[in-house]
């Protein structure tokens, strides 16, 4: 029969990438990976029958058939407990070619040996294999485009009112930049993703008690297996993995989000009508609005934006579980299986910035950067956003009043009531106040040259744009 491979979460959201690792039937597959790798270190150790290597490999691919709708059948309609029901459906597959290696899967594992470190693979994997790829693809992508307007003059937003000079790379420089700090979070939390094989407490009781701590040489039991898994073990633990590891990564994937959203909510209002500095471009029959055929709506940014506001309420899941009785109970165990979902929002935000045309070109590259609106915004304001470097210069110039007083209540209400520059205001002022007057003679010749020109005021702009943007690339090579 056909596998079931929806990921948790609203059906509307499927990506792709996560289908290896969260599709609903293949749920089961690294935890078929955790037995098989113990059943293997029993074999070794020579606790277990051992048989052939080409026939061990033909009964793991048998056993990699066991689909979650198997599982989930035969638990509830027999074992009512999940883990007991794959390990008969596993055993019903070993019987087939050795009945004596049959009855040792499972032992001496506890479920939660199996779940906790099946999970540990599930996101690691998922992680490496379809986030990681991801987010480095954004980072480049957004680093192009930063580079691509670097020198771009744009009036800086503060309070949603015009503030001073930026430049469009500054903006977009600001975003990437979280991005990346993120990325090397995630990165370092997904390496610290642990395993557990401690039996029923965590105390290794069976392993001690029976044995088979004394038959695996140099390495421990625990060892043994996860080596073969790729995964460290936890340095203590209970029936459970502590839940800080799995946390921190699910955190960062959060952290990841919200600069996915802030770009969203930064590109949508900059996509505004009156505002304009950034076009979503619209594709062959796409539709803007159900009744104003003139609308562009910003569909990708306000997803971005979305989709975050979705994924952060479901990290007070995670928090949830932080705390159990006695550090294992069932309240949890249904909670964490909402755990992927996480990734799943996470994954969508990207695959909205990287969803490619006819052309095969991605969103995030298409987007449009508008000169032309950028310079007629910047306009609006350019007389008046002087204003901070013009009552610095005073102060420097050792003017005897309030400085910022007489830029606010004076030259701007003088600038704006004659329509001339803050410059202009200033050298109209001081004909008639001698302290203006005497601090004008103090002020540099480059600062009055300045003062003319406020498309000059952005600061470190360009320079600190190819700053993160050449930080970013670094990030992403060592990584390649």
């Not at 979650?68 to 999940?82: I, N, P, Q, S």
């Not at 990346?180 to 039996?199: R, W």
């Not at 340095?235 to 919200?258: D, K």
């Not at 975050?308 to 069932?330: A, C, M, P, Y």
Request: overall charge negative; glycine content about 4%.
């Amino acid at each position: 029969m056909p596998k079931n491979l929806a990921l948790p979460g609203n059906p509307r959201y499927q990506p792709k990438q996560l289908v290896d690792f969260f599709g609903h039937d293949n749920l089961y597959q690294t935890l078929i990976e955790v037995e098989i790798a113990n059943l293997e270190v029993l074999m070794e150790i020579r606790v277990a029958p051992r048989i052939d290597a080409s026939l061990w490999e033909q009964i793991k691919e048998e056993l990699f058939q066991i689909i979650t709708t198997e599982v989930d059948k035969r638990e509830h309609e027999v074992t009512k407990h999940d883990i007991r029901a794959l390990v008969q459906l596993m055993q019903e597959v070993i019987s087939k070619y050795n009945p004596g290696l049959a009855q040792w899967v499972h032992i001496p594992l506890t479920s939660y040996d199996v779940v906790d470190t099946g999970r540990s693979l599930q996101f690691m994997r998922a992680y490496k294999f379809a986030l990681q790829p991801s987010i480095m693809k954004v980072i480049s992508i957004m680093a192009d485009l930063a580079e691509s307007v670097v020198e771009q003059l744009q009036i800086g937003r503060s309070h949603g009112k015009h503030a001073l000079p930026i430049t469009m790379g500054f903006w977009i420089a600001t975003i990437l930049n979280r991005i990346t700090y993120n990325f090397i979070k995630m990165d370092s939390h997904a390496s610290e993703l642990v395993g557990k094989i401690s039996g029923a407490v965590g105390a290794y009781n069976a392993q001690k008690g029976l044995g088979l701590m004394a038959k695996t040489g140099d390495v421990t039991y625990k060892e043994a297996v996860l080596d073969k898994l790729g995964l460290k073990a936890a340095p203590i633990s209970t029936q459970i993995l502590p839940p800080e590891p799995l946390a921190y990564f699910l955190f960062s994937c959060v952290m990841m989000s919200a600069s996915f959203g802030q770009f969203g909510r930064d590109a949508r209002h900059l996509m505004r009508s009156e505002i304009e500095e950034v076009v979503e471009q619209f594709e062959k029959d796409q539709v803007g609005s159900s009744t104003m055929a003139h609308k562009r709506n910003p569909i990708n940014f306000e997803n971005l934006e979305g989709t975050w506001l979705k994924l952060k309420n479901e990290f007070g899941k995670v928090l949830d579980t932080l705390i159990s009785e006695h550090q294992r109970d069932l309240v949890g165990s249904s909670v964490y299986r909402d755990f992927p979902t996480i990734l799943v929002d996470l994954q969508q935000q990207m695959n909205t910035l990287l969803r490619k045309n006819a052309s095969g070109q991605e969103f995030l590259s298409r987007i449009t950067l508008n000169e032309e609106a950028c310079q007629r915004n910047f306009a609006m304001s350019a007389d008046y956003v002087l204003a901070e470097p013009l009552y610095i210069a005073l102060v420097m110039a050792s003017y005897q009043q309030d400085a910022h007083h007489v830029v606010n209540h004076v030259l701007v209400p003088y600038a704006k009531e004659h329509n001339v520059s803050l410059v202009d205001a200033l050298i109209s002022c001081s004909v008639d106040n001698y302290d203006l007057a005497e601090a004008m003679k103090n002020i540099p010749s480059e600062v009055l040259e300045l003062l003319q020109h406020p498309e000059s005021y952005y600061g470190v702009a360009p320079a600190k744009t190819r700053e993160i943007v050449l930080a970013a690339r670094d990030v992403v090579a060592m990584r390649s």
